[in-house]
């Protein structure tokens, strides 16, 4: 576990040398750029190595992981929920983390509406979007965004915050430039408070800063290849 532990510290700073090296070519600070630690199947032992190291930012995946792991964390860290999410587990979720991330139709917008109403507090959400149009992938389709983005606004116990977005595998950067066009157009909207674009990955982090992220979710790279349970 050691030797584990001693490539996430070097993951670590590496991973946070370039997003600094990619928000300054950006214009920005590299304490613009929020370094999230994707945690799906990771030990919490190692997880706790990333926060010692610097990590401020947890990402979640799947609700019963979560809840089985939680209280190893080191405490005190904000958890996001990035994963795709049923309307039935919202009710672990809401007052409980940071953002959900993974919001892409208005009934799970309702869904959350309810269970925040019902204890008296607004979740921060962020929209998520299938800027690819890949029919694997969840998320509502740009052409879609505005009408939801209006729909949720009408919901007093949920605030959206900003966008997220699972860009296709490739090379080629439009759909990073796609994304961040439409997250420019959407900050215009009247009575819009959108701050937040959750975008990049293992693969793309500082491509994405370069357009526009401010939210990185970093897994592999950080903890390394993922190990699924048999």
Known sequence: MEDKRAQVRENYARIAANIAEAADKSGRRPEDIAFM???KTVDPVLVNEAIDCGIRLLGENRVQEWQSKREAYRPGIPVDFIGALQANKV???VGQVRLIQSIDRLSLAKEVERIAAKRELVQDILLEVNIGGEETKSGVTPEGLPALLDEVAELPH???RGLMTIPPPTSDTRFLEAMQALFLRMQERPGADLSILSMGMSGDYAEAI??????V???SALFGARHYPT
Do not use: Q
């Open 217 to 219: 979710r970093v897994g």
């Open 210 to 215: 370069r357009f526009g992220s401010n939210l």
């Open 91 to 93: 009710k672990y979720l």
């Open 158 to 160: 949920v605030r959206v």
């Open 37 to 39: 630690a994707v945690t």
